[in-house]
């Protein structure tokens, strides 16, 4: 095993111990858990936000282009599944 890794594992090790440690209190578990859930709230009202800025600069919001994203994927998927089978009925003919 090389020092990197060695390394790495070390770090792993110390990391979980101090996870331990600190969520081993249930006070401070909950109070990480609290925490981490207002910072999720204020995150989405960031989004929500920045979405009714770019609404009124008449800009496309990021959740507009996180839906067309998805809806590319989904016509890509079925061009592929189309191509598929136009190959093999091509396949198929000759």
Do not use: C, H, T, Y
């Not at 995150?43 to 507009?64: T, Y």
Request: without cysteine.
């Amino acid at each position: 095993m090389g020092i990197r890794d060695e390394l790495k594992k070390q770090a792993l090790g110390l990391s979980g111990k101090a996870m331990e440690k600190l969520l081993g209190d249930e006070k401070r578990a909950l109070a990480v858990a609290n925490a981490i859930g207002r910072v999720q709230r204020g995150k989405q009202a960031l989004d929500r936000g920045q979405d009714e800025v770019m609404k009124a600069l008449n800009f496309a919001p990021k959740s507009d282009f996180k839906a067309v994203g998805k809806q590319l994927a989904g016509l890509k998927r079925r061009l592929r599944e189309l191509d598929e089978k136009l190959e093999a009925l091509s396949e198929g003919s000759s």
